[in-house]
């Protein structure tokens, strides 16, 4: 014999979710440290998602199916929207249809294997993107012209920011999961910011327009700060994003 087929491939085994592995997209931060809310971005870790080096949503609204092995998810009994899908790694939007207390079980299926794990449910859990992807460091928070906040560009004192974020709980109006946000979806809890400890002024918080899941905040820079400075978003008095989130300020 000079010759074998091997059948089968990654995926023969059954795809399994991580302990904690439901995360905000924003932060990495499992729950319950982190819960995650309705409508917000998420990340699921785990194995065995799909064989291929990574599939991805090439259209809005967003599939609830990807890869070769029709990797999907189902929680809260609807069909979770998915951005993209790796071997360890989903990156989708936790469905409106979710409840805002208590705990979810959430089911991965992957070349016709399934696998569960549950995952805590709060009202709100912002999380600040971050250049680095790590939740920590510099945000992903730009100037009117679009330009990137960095040490080679700050902020100044009275300018208007775009925080971007994730988490911020239920808009008015609604809208559907899975779906862009096509005119300003504002927040139904309110929303403040601090930078450098002192409160910003909002001009906007809810939804960003064409996106999914992906909210902003537009801050103004208060006065009398400079050097790298952390922000700081909390929702209703009650939910903060991670600490560790910075931005340039002159």
């Given at each position: 014999m000079d010759a074998?087929?091997?059948?089968?491939?990654?995926?023969?085994?059954?795809?399994?979710?991580?302990?904690?592995?439901?995360?905000?997209?924003?932060?990495?931060?499992?729950?319950?440290?982190?819960?995650?809310?309705p409508g917000q971005i998420i990340?699921?870790?785990?194995?065995?998602?799909?064989?291929?080096?990574?599939?991805?949503?090439?259209?809005?609204?967003?599939?609830?199916?990807?890869?070769?092995?029709?990797?999907?998810i189902t929680a809260c009994g609807v069909s979770v929207p998915l951005y993209s899908v790796f071997p360890g790694q989903i990156n989708a939007q936790l469905p409106l249809e979710c409840p805002t207390t208590g705990t979810v079980t959430a089911t991965v299926t992957a070349g016709g294997q399934t696998g569960t794990q549950t995952f805590s449910v709060a009202a709100a859990s912002p999380g600040i993107f971050?250049?680095?992807?790590?939740?920590a460091g510099d945000g992903v928070i730009l100037h009117a012209d679009n330009s990137l906040v960095s040490s080679a560009k700050p902020a100044t004192a009275g300018e208007t920011v775009v925080i971007y974020a994730t988490g911020l709980g239920t808009t008015k109006p609604a809208f559907a999961t899975g779906a862009a946000a096509n005119l300003a979806y504002n927040t139904v809890m309110p929303v403040t910011v601090t930078i450098g400890g002192q409160p910003a002024t909002l001009t906007y918080a809810g939804l960003t327009q064409s996106l999914v899941g992906l909210y902003q905040v537009n801050a103004v820079v208060p006065?009398?700060?400079?050097?790298?400075?952390?922000?700081?978003?909390t929702v209703n008095s009650i939910y903060s994003s991670r600490g560790g989130v910075t931005m340039s300020l002159q």
């Open positions: 074998f087929q091997v059948s089968g491939s990654a995926t023969a085994r059954p795809p399994s979710i991580s302990a904690g592995g439901f995360v905000s997209a924003a932060t990495f931060m499992a729950a319950p440290n982190n819960q995650v809310a990340s699921v870790f785990g194995q065995n998602f799909t064989s291929a080096a990574s599939a991805n949503a090439t259209a809005i609204p967003l599939p609830t199916q990807l890869s070769p092995q029709n990797t999907s971050t250049v680095n992807g790590s939740g006065a009398a700060l400079t050097g790298s400075q952390p922000v700081l978003i």
